[in-house]
């Protein structure tokens, strides 16, 4: 039997090292899926509920193995609903190769049926490289470069391939004039500044008394070297949200989050230091940085694109972080005056005291806080960890304890409501013996979380460690865009767009063949995830949890007092509640703080 496209395209992804492949079937991908039939002992399908969620697990795929993601779509509909999860993707710089459908060659400019101008659909999300096939011969360097580009650029890339081309006859390009002959090999270059711009750079650190640093996903390779570069600059360590997995949360010099979701030891450490040295971070909010001119500054970044953007750098190093960092290690001299150092671990131990004492503030019925901090303590080691867009952010970014080998992460930089569950998927997938728990809002889950609930329950058989724990915080409320109405723009909450219907999360779990439990009772929370994480078949755990506890950022704003109190004056509804909460957790950042 003659190899058609669709075989040497699902074996030449192979050859990449590509083992699995997310998406959702179409009549205008069937040559690939026959291929992918036919390939099942080599490359495995995942099937999932809706094009979205496969692209959300591509992106995922790629964060929890640093491999290229593969998502595939149909024609049309399919390929349109491939793009949230692409861009989640593209704009946090993982490598995603999406493979989409298309009309027979001959029908293409006729208005067919589901056919839709797929090259300028794809053009900006995957702009390094998208391209259409035309012919057999192309699929050596179609796929080659798709590959490439997007392990290269951090990217997406995208190839369209028409029905019928699908299924041709594969034959390799000829030996003649216009043929591209192509290959498969690709390592990533060792990138390391020049000796003059290391030195640049370990001068103005050594001149700093009191030196900040900032991580992000760019350093989650360069653990050990990030904390080593620590030491020796007494330095504090506050963490981008996507780098919350850089340096382990026991160490008592990290300082945690930053930004909006971020600690005041973060926000004290910007607003504090004379030096910044950023590795692996495209961190968007200055107004968490330190102000212009009040602080020398460093970056390392191996895309010089995104050096010196966010704060106006004095020397700017291009190179991965770990290798960047030991080669500017050996010029550093450790600090011996470690005032900085003693006063940043002082606000982290004074920090974790009033989180936990908020934590333990009553709510109606159930604190958010006080969920998160009851799983910290419990965090199976080597755990990863998927957070939604939302409130449910706030308390992943402030509450959980990373410790080293635990993996996290969510939507970044597109804070896309939706991928927790697909993420957790797709870290079962790709590590089937550690424990995936996504951590998600009732709003995401509505979105499309109990969809992904169903192809948990289609293929937790297949996973040498059976647990998957989702998370829901049922609070009937799309709460951050509930707090952002008050403080941002100083309006009630409105009722109309914010209210959700409830849904019996836990309930609907069991209907599939998974456990879950539903919990109204802060006392139950412990017993709860215990039960969760014992469990020999993935679980959900629903807590019934209070909207009214504000997501506090680390400083409060004139502007943003002003609106909370405007939105108070115009009669929100749950004022009174939110004004109460608001004064407890308030209140622990003076009073002596409760046990629990």
């Given at each position: 039997?003659?190899?058609?496209?669709?075989?040497?395209l699902?074996?030449r992804?192979?050859?990449?090292g590509?083992?699995?492949?997310?998406?959702?079937?179409?009549?205008g991908?069937?040559?690939?899926?026959?291929?992918?039939?036919?390939?099942?002992?080599?490359?495995?399908f995942?099937?999932?509920?809706?094009?979205?969620?496969?692209a959300?697990?591509?992106?995922?795929h790629?964060?929890f193995t640093g491999e290229?993601g593969?998502?595939?779509?149909?024609?049309?509909p399919?390929?349109?609903?491939?793009l949230?999860?692409?861009?989640?993707?593209?704009?946090?710089?993982?490598?995603?190769?999406?493979?989409?459908?298309?009309?027979?060659r001959m029908a293409i400019?006729g208005?067919f049926?589901?056919?839709?101008?797929?090259?300028?659909?794809?053009?900006?999300?995957?702009h390094?490289?998208?391209?259409?096939?035309?012919?057999?011969e192309?699929?050596?360097?179609?796929?080659?470069?798709?590959?490439?580009?997007?392990?290269a650029?951090?990217t997406?890339?995208?190839?369209?391939?028409?029905?019928?081309?699908?299924?041709?006859d594969?034959?390799p390009?000829?030996r003649?004039h216009g043929a591209?002959?192509?290959?498969?090999?690709?390592?990533?270059?060792?990138?390391?500044p020049?000796?003059?711009d290391?030195?640049?750079?370990?001068?103005?650190?050594?001149?700093?008394?009191?030196v900040?640093?900032l991580?992000g996903?760019?350093a989650?390779?360069?653990?050990?070297?990030?904390?080593?570069?620590?030491d020796?600059?007494?330095?504090?360590?506050a963490?981008?949200?996507?780098?919350?997995a850089?340096?382990?949360?026991?160490?008592?010099?990290?300082?945690?989050?930053?930004?909006?979701?971020?600690?005041?030891?973060s926000?004290?450490?910007m607003?504090?230091?004379?030096?910044?040295l950023?590795?692996?971070?495209?961190f968007?909010?200055?107004?968490f940085?330190?102000?212009?001119?009040?602080?020398?500054?460093?970056?390392i970044?191996?895309?010089?694109?995104?050096?010196?953007?966010?704060?106006?750098?004095?020397?700017?190093?291009?190179?991965?972080s770990?290798?960047?960092?030991?080669?500017l290690?050996p010029?550093?001299?450790?600090k011996?005056?470690?005032?900085w150092r003693d006063?940043i671990?002082?606000?982290?131990?004074?920090?974790?005291?009033?989180?936990?004492?908020?934590?333990?503030?009553?709510?109606n019925?159930?604190?958010?806080?006080?969920v998160?901090?009851?799983?910290s303590?419990?965090?199976?080691?080597?755990?990863i960890?998927?957070?939604?867009?939302?409130?449910?952010?706030?308390?992943?970014a402030?509450?959980?304890?990373?410790?080293?080998?635990?993996?996290?992460?969510?939507?970044?930089n597109?804070?896309?409501m939706?991928p927790?569950v697909?993420?957790?998927?797709?870290?079962?997938f790709?590590?089937?013996?550690?424990?995936?728990?996504?951590?998600a809002?009732?709003?995401?889950?509505?979105?499309?979380g109990?969809?992904g609930?169903?192809t948990?329950?289609k293929?937790?058989?297949e996973?040498?460690?059976?647990?998957?724990?989702?998370?829901?915080l049922?609070?009937?409320?799309?709460n951050?865009?509930?707090w952002?109405?008050?403080v941002?723009?100083?309006?009630?909450?409105?009722?109309a767009?914010q209210?959700?219907?409830?849904?019996?999360?836990?309930?609907?779990?069991?209907?599939?063949?998974?456990?879950?439990?539903?919990v109204?009772?802060?006392q139950?929370?412990?017993?709860?995830?215990?039960r969760?994480?014992?469990?020999?078949?993935?679980?959900?755990?629903e807590?019934?949890t209070d909207?009214?506890?504000?997501p506090?950022?680390?400083?409060?704003?004139?502007?943003?007092?002003?609106?909370y109190?405007?939105?108070?004056?115009?009669?929100?509804?749950?004022?009174?509640?939110?004004?109460?909460?608001?004064?407890?957790?308030?209140?622990?950042?003076?009073?002596?703080?409760?046990?629990?």
């Amino acid at each position: 039997m003659a190899q058609t496209v669709g075989d040497f395209l699902v074996a030449r992804l192979h050859a990449w090292g590509v083992r699995r492949i997310y998406g959702y079937p179409g009549d205008g991908i069937n040559g690939i899926l026959g291929a992918l039939g036919r390939a099942r002992e080599t490359m495995q399908f995942v099937q999932t509920r809706h094009e979205e969620m496969a692209a959300f697990m591509a992106c995922a795929h790629a964060k929890f193995t640093g491999e290229v993601g593969v998502c595939l779509a149909t024609s049309g509909p399919g390929a349109i609903h491939l793009l949230n999860g692409l861009y989640d993707a593209q704009l946090d710089h993982q490598p995603v190769v999406a493979i989409v459908g298309h009309s027979v060659r001959m029908a293409i400019g006729g208005s067919f049926q589901q056919e839709v101008d797929l090259l300028s659909l794809f053009k900006d999300v995957a702009h390094e490289y998208v391209y259409m096939a035309a012919a057999a011969e192309q699929f050596p360097h179609l796929v080659d470069r798709a590959v490439r580009i997007a392990r290269a650029e951090r990217t997406v890339t995208c190839i369209i391939v028409p029905n019928d081309v699908q299924e041709l006859d594969y034959s390799p390009p000829p030996r003649k004039h216009g043929a591209i002959r192509s290959g498969t090999d690709y390592s990533h270059p060792r990138v390391i500044p020049a000796d003059q711009d290391l030195q640049r750079a370990a001068d103005l650190l050594n001149a700093g008394q009191r030196v900040a640093m900032l991580v992000g996903a760019g350093a989650l390779g360069a653990t050990d070297e990030v904390i080593e570069a620590a030491d020796v600059l007494g330095a504090g360590v506050a963490k981008a949200l996507l780098g919350k997995a850089v340096v382990p949360d026991d160490y008592p010099f990290v300082t945690g989050a930053i930004g909006l979701l971020g600690t005041k030891p973060s926000y004290e450490l910007m607003m504090g230091c004379d030096t910044l040295l950023m590795v692996g971070s495209n961190f968007p909010y200055s107004e968490f940085l330190p102000e212009p001119g009040k602080a020398k500054g460093v970056q390392i970044d191996i895309d010089p694109r995104l050096l010196s953007i966010r704060y106006p750098m004095d020397v700017s190093l291009v190179g991965d972080s770990a290798e960047t960092l030991r080669a500017l290690l050996p010029r550093l001299r450790r600090k011996t005056d470690r005032s900085w150092r003693d006063r940043i671990e002082k606000n982290v131990a004074e920090w974790w005291h009033v989180l936990e004492a908020r934590a333990m503030n009553d709510a109606n019925p159930v604190n958010p806080q006080r969920v998160f901090w009851e799983l910290s303590s419990r965090l199976p080691d080597e755990c990863i960890l998927s957070a939604d867009s939302g409130s449910t952010a706030n308390w992943y970014a402030r509450d959980l304890k990373f410790r080293r080998g635990m993996l996290g992460s969510l939507s970044g930089n597109l804070a896309t409501m939706g991928p927790a569950v697909p993420y957790a998927i797709a870290a079962k997938f790709c590590h089937p013996d550690r424990v995936a728990i996504a951590l998600a809002g009732d709003g995401a889950m509505q979105m499309n979380g109990i969809n992904g609930l169903i192809t948990i329950a289609k293929y937790w058989h297949e996973w040498a460690d059976p647990r998957l724990i989702v998370l829901v915080l049922n609070n009937r409320d799309l709460n951050m865009v509930t707090w952002e109405q008050r403080v941002l723009v100083g309006d009630p909450k409105f009722d109309a767009s914010q209210d959700l219907p409830d849904f019996p999360y836990a309930d609907y779990a069991r209907s599939l063949g998974l456990d879950g439990v539903r919990v109204d009772r802060p006392q139950n929370l412990g017993a709860a995830w215990d039960r969760a994480l014992a469990a020999t078949r993935p679980f959900v755990l629903e807590a019934i949890t209070d909207p009214d506890v504000p997501p506090m950022p680390p400083h409060i704003t004139l502007e943003q007092a002003r609106n909370y109190a405007s939105s108070v004056l115009k009669g929100d509804a749950n004022a009174l509640g939110f004004l109460k909460q608001t004064l407890k957790d308030v209140a622990e950042s003076y009073l002596p703080h409760r046990k629990s």
